[in-house]
């Protein structure tokens, strides 16, 4: 990955539609409380899986975040036809970074997943990391960007 020039954050959330921080958070952003754009990058914010999220439940057919795989097989399930939207929307777009938040039933505290160890993400952590001296840094990159599942890695960077 050469070019990381971001322009643009989406913000997701409900990608597991019974985990409602990353809810909350744009609630907050809705309401003016919480600024999320800064001078070198603008935040759109959308949720992952709307009927989830209204069913107060972590997904409908199958997990929304295990969707996003190239090597899945076509399915008419909800969550599949959500992840090839999704796609279609946003993979293209190279000046932009997704951020998928979600909640996690175990104690770990605050933790930033990053599924690459490319310089861009180990940055990204230590910066974090500096910042925030709690927060857990978790490095998931074991397989190829290309065939992570998850709807962070649609795009370009995630
Ligand atoms: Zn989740």
Not at 107 to 120: E, K
């Amino acid at each position: 990955m050469a070019n990381h020039s971001i322009n643009q954050v989406l913000l997701v959330a409900g990608t597991h539609g019974n985990e409602l921080s990353g809810l909350y958070l744009q609630k907050l952003i809705r309401d003016g409380v919480y600024h999320a754009d800064r001078s070198t990058f603008q935040v759109k914010n959308t949720v992952g899986n709307p009927l989830a999220v209204k069913k107060n439940t972590r997904f409908i057919d199958i997990d929304l975040n295990r969707a996003f795989s190239s090597a899945d097989l076509e399915s008419d399930a909800n969550e599949k036809r959500l992840a090839a939207e999704f796609v279609k929307q946003h993979a293209s777009n190279e000046n932009q970074l997704i951020i998928d938040l979600h909640n996690t039933t175990c104690n770990m505290g605050a933790t930033l997943i990053l599924l690459s160890n490319d310089p861009y993400y180990t940055r990204m952590g230590a910066y974090v990391k500096q910042r925030m001296p709690e927060a857990n840094i978790l490095f998931e990159d074991r397989k190829s960007w290309q065939d992570q599942p998850y709807l962070c890695t649609t795009g370009e960077h995630g």
